[in-house]
């Protein structure tokens, strides 16, 4: 695994192995991906963005946008490989002071204390309806801000929660990318 493009491109990232069944996005995929983002027709989605990445996993995705331009991440993920990993990862990219690992179920996040996210990466592990209830709480919890794009990989069809817009899905193999924007406070 590495970061394909930005700042820190080519930079090293440690994968999970066989540990905790973590399944990281490929780095093909990532960068089908982050062309996507970068491509101008969703506006610039990525500089200086604030970005959270749902189930973290190794910190992939949200690193791959700090490289690219967002100005911090937080990376979501109660599992003890994926904790492990995350710390490595961040520390591999020199990214301590704009990336922060929290440690929470998804599915629970919470209120958050903070202002909302302008970008949101949700990568669940496929096939269990996490990805629905993730975004519900982090609906609820006000972690998504207005107008906020979500990217949601996932194995089957994406059925987004009130709240969210359905832009675009791409498939890479038996991976579906979704493009999903929040919605404004006007609609």
Known sequence: MRIVGGAWRGRALTGPGAAG?????????????????????????L???RVLDLFAGTGALALEALSRGAAEAILVDNGRPAARLIAQNIRACGAGD???????DATRLGPNEGAPF??????????????????????????????ALVIWEESARIAPPAGLQLLETRRYGD????????GTEDS
């Open 118 to 147: 302008d970008l949101v990466f949700l990568d669940p592990p496929y096939g269990r309806g996490l990805g629905e209830t993730a975004l519900e709480a982090a609906l609820a919890g006000g972690w998504i801000a207005p107008g």
């Open 175 to 182: 991976t579906t990318l979704a493009v999903l924007r929040a």
């Open 47 to 49: 500089t200086g963005a």
């Open 98 to 104: 704009r990336a922060r690992h929290l440690r929470r």
């Open 21 to 45: 069944g973590l399944r990281p996005t490929q780095d093909r995929v990532r960068e089908s991906l982050f062309n996507v983002l970068g491509g101008g027709r969703l506006g610039d989605p």
